[in-house]
């Protein structure tokens, strides 16, 4: 498995969280007002602007309806360069 860049780690997550958020059809407002914080808040993180701590993953997974590791997974992240190669 490819290892990752801190950079890299906070982009996935934020894919991850806008991802989570669309398929539920919130807006940042609603996601924020479901995890009791503000709409800044929850942009600093879709923006890749901040890392997030363990508590920061939990309050996310929790508010989404999801599972902490559905938002980190690695695994799941696509190749960027695999369709060029055709």
């Known amino acids: 498995m490819k290892q990752l860049t801190t950079t890299q780690l906070r982009e996935l997550f934020a894919q991850r969280i806008i991802d989570a958020r669309k398929a ?14 503000s709409s800044g808040f929850v942009c ?9 701590s363990i508590d920061t993953v939990l309050r996310f997974a929790n508010a989404l309806g999801v599972s902490p590791a559905s938002l980190l997974d690695v695994a799941k992240q696509p190749e960027k360069n695999s369709e060029k190669s055709a």
Do not use: N
Not at 24 to 37: K, P
């Open 24 to 37: 539920r059809g919130w807006s940042q407002a609603q996601l924020a007002r479901q995890m009791g914080t």
């Open 44 to 52: 600093d993180y879709e923006k890749a602007r901040q890392s997030p």
